[in-house]
Each structure stands twice: as C-alpha cells, then as structure tokens.
C-alpha cells in the first residue's frame, strides 16, 4: 500500500490466543463468538502483526509482537507460534538488520516482546542497527507497574534496549518523521502511542490496543484489559470522527481476519466499510 511518500507493509510476527471473554469484556459470548469462535479453553486467536513503513531512507517498524523468549508453559498458555517476523521481512526485501528504526505503541509483552531477543545467553536489541522509540510516560509507567499490569510489563522486554543505548524517549504527540505522527492514548494504558502516517488523499493509522480488531470498532466494545474503559470509548469517538472525515485506514494489530479496514458513517454511526489485506 502506498501512503504518501511510503509504502506500508504489514508484517505478521506470530499467531496466540487470549481469553475472548478478557478481550470483549462486557460484550456476551454470544455476540463476540459470531466473529472471533473461541477453542474449548475460551481463548480466540490473535495475530501479533507490525506495521513497515519503508521510504524517505527509512524502514520503519511499528511493534515487534511477542517474541520468542518464552518458556513451554507460557507457549501452551497463550498457543504462542512459531516467529513469522523474517519471512515476512523479506517479502519486503529486508531483513531485521536492515531496520532503522522501531516505534514502540507501548511496552506490554504482546508489543514490545520481539524487541529483545536471547543470543548466547545474552538479551540483545533484535534490531541490531534500529533506534527504538517509546513514550518516556509510558517507560516509566512500565518500570513501576500497578498490580494489574504487573504480569504484561515484562522488563527483559524493554530494559536491555536501554542498557544497549538503543532506546530513544518521546514526549506527547509528535511528528516523529516527516508525515509520521505520534497520537498518544491513555486509557488502555499510560501513554500508549499510535502512530498515523499521513498522505495527501489518506493516511493510516496503526491503532495499536485502542481498536485492536476490526471487531472493536463499535464504541462499547472495549477490552478487559483496558485501564479506564469509559476514556477508551471517548478516545475511539474522537479517533473514529477523525478517521472518517479526512479518509483514514485503521490498521489493525491483533486481528488474524484482516489487517486493515477502511470506515463509513452510517444511521448507527461509524462502522467499518470494508476490510482488506495489505500486501
């Protein structure tokens, strides 16, 4: 797909599952199953999917999914697979080194867990030659995690990119590159960032945990895990007028039907139009 001065690839990182009760919340079973069936632990699938953005002498990588430092409980737990990350860098024509730069939405295990990598014993930037950028809020918030988000702050995460000198803090909603925008969240958590990329007819918009499938576009569809879930409704309004006014693409991380989808506004408000791969 071809935004502006960029091409968008997306790149899947691997498949797991969650608990579908957890991911729609207050939505019963029997609405939610239509469109996401859960196995017989109640768990839906879920992809883990980075977005590229290649041009301007950039190869941008949004997210890195879950990674593969996990050990066999953890994998039977969330039916973490195999990593797709370099097979599907090079449809691209690149490979993890050839990355310049990582954005990371936020720093829970399922974003940030490709970001480090195990090699000889040792936790290393997975992206050797990458500058990585997170929300400095959002670092801090990560370093001292209240109870709830204690289990998906995962330190070995994001700690080793720092110590690596390879973790650059942002503050507030920025042009980061040009045309490459910062929207910064706090409902699902503290200082998440998407991240739009802007075009003269559309941009894309990479929602990140504030619309993680096509099927959280309805406003009261909101996850468990959300911190503030009436917050999260008025940011997804906010977002979804925007989106909808001036022709933006949703781009989604987590949904393993689709990965993107364009939006209408009809007589029950703004839902999507159509959904579509981006190759």
């Not at 697979?81 to 090079?90: A, G, P, T, V």
């Not at 000889?120 to 370093?143: D, R």
């Not at 909808?244 to 949703?250: K, P, S, T």
Request: glycine content about 6%; aromatic content about 10%; proline content about 5%.
């Amino acid at each position: 797909m071809k935004i502006g001065r960029y091409e968008i690839f997306a790149v899947e990182c691997e498949r797991f599952a969650l608990d579908g009760g957890a991911m729609f919340g207050t939505v019963p079973k029997v609405l939610w199953e239509k469109t996401n069936p859960a196995d017989e632990k109640n768990r839906i699938d879920m992809s883990a999917r980075a977005m590229l953005i290649k041009g301007n002498g950039k190869y941008i990588l949004v997210d890195t999914g879950m990674g593969q430092k996990w050990d066999e409980k953890a994998r039977g737990m969330y039916k973490i697979s195999e990593s797709f990350l370099e097979q599907n860098l090079s449809k691209a024509g690149l490979s993890p080194d050839d990355i310049t730069d990582v954005i990371l939405t936020h720093l829970h295990f399922d974003h940030a867990g490709g970001a480090v990598k195990s090699e000889n014993g040792k936790l290393v930037p997975t992206f050797k030659n990458a500058t990585y950028y997170v929300q400095e809020e959002n670092y801090k918030w990560a370093m001292n995690p209240n109870p709830r988000e204690k289990a998906s702050y995962l330190k070995e995460n994001f700690v080793p990119l720092l110590e690596a000198d390879k973790l650059k803090f942002v503050n507030g909603e920025i042009e980061l590159f040009p045309d490459i925008h910062l929207i910064v969240s706090n409902a699902h958590t503290r200082a998440q960032q998407l991240v739009r990329v802007k075009g003269d007819e559309k941009s894309i918009c990479y929602c990140g945990d504030l619309i993680p499938t096509a099927t959280h576009i309805p406003l009261p569809w909101v996850m468990g895990y959300d911190l503030y879930p009436l917050e999260i409704m008025n940011e997804k309004k906010k977002l979804l007028e925007q989106a909808v006014d001036e022709n933006w693409i949703l781009f989604f991380e987590h949904d393993p039907y689709a990965d993107a989808a364009d939006l209408v506004r009809g007589e029950k408000g703004i839902a999507k139009k159509t959904t579509f791969f981006v190759n």
